[in-house]
């Protein structure tokens, strides 16, 4: 079945809307992207303005109900990785990403320098 569009605008209005209240700021969600990698790894991944590390690391547990949700939604079941991606300072985030991965990139992902899980 395919994804009605309508949902995905309301569903990155509602990460918006909730990452905001989590974090107790205004949380920007510029763009919902449905990705799948070469090595089969897919997921979703929310670009996000106003987010640095210390929220992750402090409202993290938080977060990931509402990525898992947004994930859940989209692609039929939960994601197995969640991380945010941060700038090259390793201070502000850019994206929040929920992921099914695949077997290589499973134990690799929390070694990964500029992702922060969660
Ligand atoms: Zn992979």
Do not use: H, W
């Not at 938080?62 to 990785?81: F, H, Q, T, Y």
């Amino acid at each position: 079945m395919p994804l009605d569009p309508a949902r995905l605008v309301e569903l990155r209005r509602e990460a918006e809307r909730r990452f905001s209240e989590t974090l107790a700021k205004p949380v920007g969600v510029l763009q919902l992207t449905v990705f799948a990698m070469p090595c089969g790894c897919t997921g979703v991944s929310l670009e996000v303005r106003n987010v640095v590390r210390e929220d992750v690391e402090v409202f993290g547990p938080r977060m990931k109900g509402i990525v898992d949700e947004v994930v859940r939604e989209v692609l039929g079941e939960a994601p197995d990785v969640r991380y945010a991606r941060t700038s090259p300072t390793g201070v502000d985030v850019v994206s929040i990403a929920g992921r099914l991965t695949c077997e290589g990139c499973r134990d690799e992902i929390p070694s990964a320098a500029d992702l922060i899980t969660f």
